[in-house]
Every structure is written in C-alpha cells, then in structure tokens.
C-alpha cells in the first residue's frame, strides 16, 4: 500500500458515520444507488487528520473543498463552521482523540435517473463523514518506497482539471494500475508536455545539491502538505523551487521523497528499479520530516 500503508484498528469495524447529519454505525452506513457520486463521482473531497483532538490545518482544507465546489458548480448548503461543527460531533460520537483520519464526501446529491447533466437533480448535496482509527505505518517514513514513471499522464485542465479533489479519480486509479504493473508502489505522472507532475496518490518532490525541487503545480491538486513542506523549506533556509524538470533529472538527484495528508513525508529509495541517491532516506528528508513533526505539534499545542 506504499505511503497509505496502516495498522489495521478492530475499533473501526463499528464506527460512527454521519450521513446528512444523522448518525449510523458503519456497517448500516449507505447511500443511494441513485446518488451522483455512486452513479457518475460527481463531487468533491477532503481527508485530514486528527492530532491531539485538533484538526491540523482544518481551515486550508475547508477552504481547498470549497474552491473545488465551486469549480464544479456545486453550491454547498452549510457553513464552513456548521461542517467542522458535524466533524466535531462526529469524533465526539466516536471518543476519538488523536491518530484519526477523516474523510469528508459532498457529491452533488440524488438523481431522478442516471444521468449526467448536474441540474438534473432531485435532492440537496450528501454530505458523509467518515473517521477512522489510522496509524501509518511508521516503518514507511524510514524505509521508503519505490517509485516507478507511468505512462498514465495528468491531463490538461479542459478535459479533467487536475487541481479539483474530484470523486472522479479514474485517471489517479489508472496510474496506480500501471505502476502496481511495473513493480512501483506509487505511480510518478508527467504532465501533458512532458515534465513531471505528481504521483497517483501523493506530491513529488527531489533534492539536487542541496535543492528542493517540485513541479509547478500546473497540473496536480493543490495539496496541502506540499505547500506546508514549500513553506517549511522557504522558513528553514532550504532553496526550494516550483520549476519544470523531467524524468532523467528524478533519475540524477541526491534524494526524492512524496507528500500527503495521511503520512507526511515519505521517502523514494528506488526509482524505475534503480536505487534513488544511495537507496536509503537522506538528510534532507530526515530535516524536513523534522521540521513538519514540529509544525503539527505546534498546531496542536497553540
């Protein structure tokens, strides 16, 4: 499972999850055949975490799910504050506390018949709420994963704008397929003219003589973590450049490493079946694991 890799919790088999505000167990948990996300990922979505009973970086998220709402044309019906509200009612339900990941659906609501065209709609948007006990697997952050280039592309924003964190996923689940088949554990994707862009599931980044570098963030979402380790690199004296670069230049660096909500930083030690700089975690990856512990703990303890 690469960088998603977790220890499994026998606590979720029965967890709380909201539907429309209302609460059921998991396994009655459901939504309808008709309903848009099942019938076409018509949607958006968002995960983060829960450290030490706070939502880390919860306002960047709501903000990101709300820019992808409207991109789509989907009026969400609450609040920024009445969401986090039911999140929070939702964790409370569950007792939950710290090592929690959240997923957050809104799809654009039930159809009256499988169609596409989303003003043919006969309910307000759904809105689920799923949390989990989650602990990534900490062995990963040390030991890596391996990274394979798949010829899946990121595609241009007028035929599926990769910047939305659509219910849409099939081009992500299609570079996973390729790269699973190459032997990766994650799938590095060019964008449309060549340069690399992002991984299926995770951002990219390497390090060449002390540099950070990562793609200009044309076409891949705007991910939180990745702007956090930009940040964190800019703050630290670190040189770090959102730049064009392509797949021989991934093959020449020092170190590489993917980011994501779920488990921070990760190291690339192999890249296309070859050993990335010495095959192990370098020390500027090491640094900004660091430095971004630090920046969650600081978030939690405010």
């Given at each position: 499972?690469?960088?998603?890799?977790?220890?499994?919790?026998?606590?979720?088999?029965?967890?709380?999850?909201?539907?429309?505000?209302?609460?059921?167990?998991?396994?009655?948990?459901?939504?309808?055949?008709?309903?848009?996300?099942?019938?076409?990922?018509?949607?958006?979505?968002?995960?983060?975490?829960?450290?030490?009973?706070?939502?880390?970086?919860?306002?960047?998220?709501?903000?990101?799910?709300?820019?992808?709402?409207?991109?789509?044309?989907?009026?969400?019906?609450?609040?920024?504050?009445?969401?986090?509200?039911?999140?929070?009612?939702?964790?409370?339900?569950?007792?939950?506390?710290?090592?929690?990941?959240?997923?957050?659906?809104?799809?654009?609501?039930?159809?009256?018949?499988?169609?596409?065209?989303?003003?043919?709609?006969?309910?307000?948007?759904?809105?689920?709420?799923?949390?989990?006990?989650?602990?990534?697997?900490?062995?990963?952050?040390?030991?890596?994963?391996?990274?394979?280039?798949?010829?899946?592309?990121?595609?241009?924003?007028?035929?599926?704008?990769?910047?939305?964190?659509?219910?849409?996923?099939?081009?992500?689940?299609?570079?996973?397929?390729?790269?699973?088949?190459?032997?990766?554990?994650?799938?590095?994707?060019?964008?449309?003219?060549?340069?690399?862009?992002?991984?299926?599931?995770?951002?990219?980044?390497?390090?060449?003589?002390?540099?950070?570098?990562?793609?200009?963030?044309?076409?891949?979402?705007?991910?939180?973590?990745?702007?956090?380790?930009?940040?964190?690199?800019?703050?630290?004296?670190?040189?770090?450049?959102?730049?064009?670069?392509?797949?021989?230049?991934?093959?020449?660096?020092?170190?590489?490493?993917?980011?994501?909500?779920?488990?921070?930083?990760?190291?690339?030690?192999?890249?296309?079946?070859?050993?990335?700089?010495?095959?192990?975690r370098g020390p500027i990856v090491e640094r900004l694991q660091?430095?971004?512990?630090?920046?969650?703990?600081?978030?939690?303890?405010?």
């Amino acid at each position: 499972m690469g960088t998603h890799e977790y220890q499994q919790d026998p606590r979720n088999e029965d967890v709380w999850i909201s539907i429309n505000g209302e609460l059921f167990r998991r396994p009655d948990a459901k939504v309808s055949v008709l309903d848009a996300g099942f019938l076409l990922g018509d949607g958006v979505w968002e995960a983060f975490r829960l450290h030490d009973d706070v939502l880390v970086f919860i306002d960047d998220h709501i903000d990101r799910l709300f820019r992808g709402a409207e991109i789509i044309s989907l009026e969400i019906p609450y609040g920024r504050e009445e969401i986090i509200s039911e999140i929070q009612r939702v964790i409370k339900a569950n007792e939950m506390h710290d090592q929690v990941h959240i997923r957050l659906i809104i799809t654009r609501g039930l159809k009256p018949t499988p169609y596409q065209a989303p003003w043919v709609i006969s309910s307000d948007p759904t809105i689920v709420i799923i949390p989990e006990h989650k602990k990534a697997n900490v062995e990963r952050s040390i030991n890596g994963i391996s990274l394979v280039t798949v010829d899946v592309i990121r595609g241009p924003h007028n035929v599926q704008d990769p910047r939305i964190n659509s219910l849409s996923k099939h081009n992500c689940i299609a570079a996973c397929i390729d790269a699973a088949n190459k032997g990766g554990e994650e799938g590095l994707m060019l964008d449309p003219n060549g340069f690399v862009s992002t991984c299926n599931s995770t951002h990219f980044f390497i390090v060449k003589d002390g540099e950070v570098w990562t793609s200009t963030g044309e076409f891949c979402l705007e991910g939180i973590t990745r702007q956090k380790i930009i940040d964190l690199c800019h703050g630290n004296g670190i040189p770090c450049s959102e730049k064009n670069f392509v797949p021989a230049d991934v093959a020449d660096a020092d170190e590489a490493f993917v980011t994501g909500t779920f488990a921070g930083l990760t190291p690339v030690i192999e890249y296309d079946g070859r050993p990335m700089g010495n095959g192990r975690r370098g020390p500027i990856v090491e640094r900004l694991q660091t430095l971004y512990l630090e920046l969650i703990s600081s978030e939690c303890h405010v």
